[in-house]
């Protein structure tokens, strides 16, 4: 409750701050200063510490599942925001707004990742979408992001009239929105129930853009600016996968037998398309949006399996690829050519870059030593110990090689293509300084998973 009434709050005051305050450093040293009290509010309200004791009852439950998750996605955003708020300034005059419209969406992050009521999980949904329909179509002067943001919200507003009328059917059969509810409810299955669970099922895969419903995924993030493509690509991919894992793990765990073949053809479609179709792409932008369908096949496996172990590989996958998302991104802004060949000869001329841009691509593949191969790993131990579907491991494995490549076409450009001129870059010392430490990050989540998933113990 602590980190949703001040992020709502910080909301507020950024609109304020648009007029109130004449300088762009003054405007993002508040959005810093106020996503740093958040985390650590939000750290204190795990520990029992709540600055705010609202009774919500029915609607939300705030236990350590949630929380965690939040402290992790607050903190990606705290890293976000040091790495890429100077470039928010090249999208448009609404500076201070880009940041109002990012803190409301962590409003919508913590209803989703906290909710015991489905209309809860549906506001949430719609708290964190509007907004990212903004920021879609906020670089007003490219066609590509009015065309991008107007096909996101289309397409949101169709999936959102699913998951109502799923919500609706579920409802009918229940009686309730609630969920504990709808867990004595679905011991006693009706067709309205499986009828609404598939309704829910196909709105969320939406969301986080599982096959066959990624449709609208490379073309928006495409589109989109690219400073805002980062912030949808992961910390608002992995609140909707906390979700739609919530939801199934507690509302739906007593259908798991109807539902599960279903997510394991999710799953491998999900996979098949994202990792074949990126391998083609030669933007690595769009490659990026590609390979995050993909990332999401990966994610998909946790709510097949919907075991300990799913939980703690979720976690971890969230942090892996949110850090390394991010850290990519960052790099990528400050080029001026998003091609393979953009790249060409670029560890000659930024070495310290190319290195960590290095690390944070070979976490996305998922190689030894990085917190990206232990994240795989983890998902693929939960789906074996689920048992019955060795099928979908061994093609996750194989899916997984196939990443490789597209992957590696960026390090074999940066250190072994030659580059016409030198790329002009504007690198600050310290982005390097949190680039540098978000490639350690990396690197100690994957020696040392323990360092994160200790937490969620204790």
Known sequence: MNALLISAVMGVLMMFSSFMLKSKSAVRNVALAGMFLILVANILDTYGWHLFNIPTEGMMHFDRFSLFFNSIAFACTFIFFLLSARDMEKVGINYAEYFSLIFFILCGIVLVASFQSLLILFLGIEIISIPLYILTGSDKRNLKSNEASLKYFLLGSFSTGIMLMGITLLYGHAGSFDITVLIKAGEKPSSLAIAGLLMLLFAM?????????????????????????????????????????????????????????????????????????????????????????????????????????????????VAAYSLATIGVFAVLIKMKDYTFEGFNGFARHHPFLAAVNTVFLLSLAGIPLTAGFLAKFYMLKAAVEAGGFLWLVIFAVLMAAVSVYYYFRVIQAMYFKEGDAPVSMEVSRPFQWVLGVLAFLIILLGVFPNALLYWFYF
Request: a neutral charge; proline letters at 3%; charged letters at 10%.
């Open 205 to 317: 895969a939406f969301k986080v853009s599982a096959a066959p419903f990624h449709f609208w995924t490379p073309d928006v993030y495409d589109g989109a600016p690219t400073v805002f493509t980062s912030f949808m690509a992961t910390i608002v991919k992995a609140a909707a996968f906390i979700g739609f894992m919530r939801l199934f793990s507690t509302a739906f765990y007593s259908l798991h037998d109807q539902w599960q073949m279903v997510i394991a053809i999710i799953t491998a479609l999900t996979l098949l398309i994202g990792n074949i179709t990126a391998v083609f792409q030669q933007s690595i932008k769009r490659m990026l949006a590609y390979s995050s369908i993909s990332q999401a096949g990966f994610m998909m496996l946790a709510l097949f399996a919907l075991n300990g172990t799913a939980t703690e590989g979720l976690f971890l996958y």
